[in-house]
């Protein structure tokens, strides 16, 4: 692999660590900017509403523009609003500041897939690609609880100050260690090949509102699975970190090797299975102890495993379809899987209150059949480029 393409992934690193960079400290925070804890936690909503919304619109003001300078564009701007709301006066610039990081977030993505599609041969592009969305796993695993350790030794604010610098050592890497990439010119009739990448985009949205379902509640889930609580509840969650990295690299195989058609319908099916592990756990299942926590980590390494490998072969497929308009398509991909996140919040919010935990999984092993159905019928029979 082209060692750039790593430089890249810490472009995403910076995003996906700043995205939740002040999660462990939502009770200082809303302490004292005097709001309720869950009203905090809509920072995190319009973050991702933002970068649902904005991505296209800004890919297709600078989808033209070189675009090395559209991502040190990004996060230069990622560094100065990340200063400015450690500076935050109160609830109201703080929620205005996350909303334009989101919007920030959602064309620095696209921008750093297409760069890495770029620096490789096509037959690399799938891994390529998936390296670069490794970065936000490894802020699941490295960035974010640092933030955790970082605003409870100095503060939430301090929490805003680490999101700035990591921006800034991902703005000098890339800035120094990158070459310029030109967009490719126009192609007549590109146009067309929307009706090929609707299908792609449909099918983040069902994965991720599938997986999301189950992730936005892994807490309650497992508290109802296992007994187990509080700090307990990451030891499992660490299964998710697992998961999404042998999920890239299988994704970015199989991307590269052109058998992305069949792994995400696969993939699709995967998922399901995983939700069906965690609904039969949650009716019973396996013997309490040793053997269920067995079962529900096995569980969530199925879910996570399931959605990252889908994700590689989408976003390869997509610069295939519209190489034109590679940045419009990966940020429309983005508020796909915004909006799939948001729809795995409200579903197993409604599941949760109206019917229990077990309705929780059971619904999104519904969302992984109709996604897996979707792909095989649509996307799944449509060759790339």
Partial sequence: MDPRVFILALSTFSFGSSAFIFAGVLEPMAADLGVATGTVGQLQTVYVLTAALAGPPLAMMLGRRERKSILLLALAA???????????????????????LGGVAALAGPGAATMAASLVPPEKRGSAMATVTGGMTIAFLLGIPMGSVV?????????FLLSAF?????????????????????????????????????????????NMTINTYLAPIIRLQTGVTGAGVGAF?????????????????????????????LAFLTLACGAGLHTLELSGGAPP????????????????????????VIQSRLVETLPSAAVLAL?????????GQALGGANGGLMLTRLG????????????????????????RVRPG
Avoid at 151 to 159: K, M, N, V
Avoid at 238 to 264: E, P, Q, T, Y
């Fill in 151 to 159: 605003g409870s030794a100095f503060g939430w604010r301090a929490t």
């Fill in 289 to 312: 102890g040793l053997a269920t926590n067995t079962v529900v980590c096995l569980a969530i390494l199925v879910t996570a495993t399931s959605l990252f490998s889908i994700m590689p």
């Fill in 331 to 339: 940020a429309i991909n983005g508020s796909a899987v915004s909006l």
């Fill in 357 to 380: 935990g077990p309705a929780i999984t059971l619904s999104a092993l519904v969302l992984a059949l109709a996604g897996a159905a979707f792909w095989f019928l649509t996307a799944g």
């Fill in 78 to 100: 990622s560094i100065v609003f990340s200063l400015l709301c450690s500076f935050a006066a109160n609830f109201s610039q703080l929620m205005g500041l996350r909303a334009v």
């Fill in 166 to 210: 990591l921006a800034l050592v991902a703005f000098a890497a890339v800035a120094l260690f990158t070459p310029r990439v030109t967009p490719p010119a126009p192609i007549k009739g590109g146009k067309l090949a929307i009706a090929a990448a609707l299908p792609l985009w449909t099918a983040a949205f069902l994965a991720f509102g599938a």
């Fill in 237 to 265: 969650q660490l299964m998710i970190g697992v998961g999404s990295f042998l999920g890239l690299w299988l994704g970015g195989r199989s991307a590269d090797r052109g058998k992305g058609g069949l792994s995400v319908g």
